[in-house]
């Protein structure tokens, strides 16, 4: 994967440990700073692809990754099985 969007984000210059905040108003803070990163789909998409749980990456906190990494899986599922079943004649 492609890892130079990393050079371009918002987050370069500020400390990593606003990124792994240890509460919601942390977790504000940081988003806040990803909230206009143009770098912020492709981070998102990083930590998805990764399963990095921590941490908030593209603007989003660990239990909101979950929760799209959780959609996809429901999506892509759902599609397998629409793709699997027969075709009616
Ligand atoms: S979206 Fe947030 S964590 Fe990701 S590169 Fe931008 S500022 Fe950094």
């Known amino acids: 994967m492609e890892l130079e969007w990393m050079a371009e984000g918002k987050c370069r210059d500020v400390p990593p440990s ?3 905040p240890n509460d ?3 977790v504000e803070a940081a988003r ?3 909230a206009d990163c ?5 981070c998102l998409e990083y930590a998805l ?7 908030v990456w593209g603007g989003c ?8 990494a959780r959609r996809r899986r429901l999506a892509g599922a ?3 099985a629409a793709e699997s079943k ?3 004649a």
């Open 86 to 88: 027969p075709a009616s």
């Open 32 to 34: 806040r700073i990803c």
């Open 18 to 20: 606003v990124f792994f």
């Open 24 to 26: 919601g108003v942390g």
């Open 49 to 55: 692809i990764n399963r990095v749980d921590h941490g």
């Open 61 to 68: 906190s660990e239990r909101e990754r979950r929760r799209i």
């Open 78 to 80: 759902e599609t397998e």
């Open 38 to 42: 143009p770098v912020k789909a492709p």
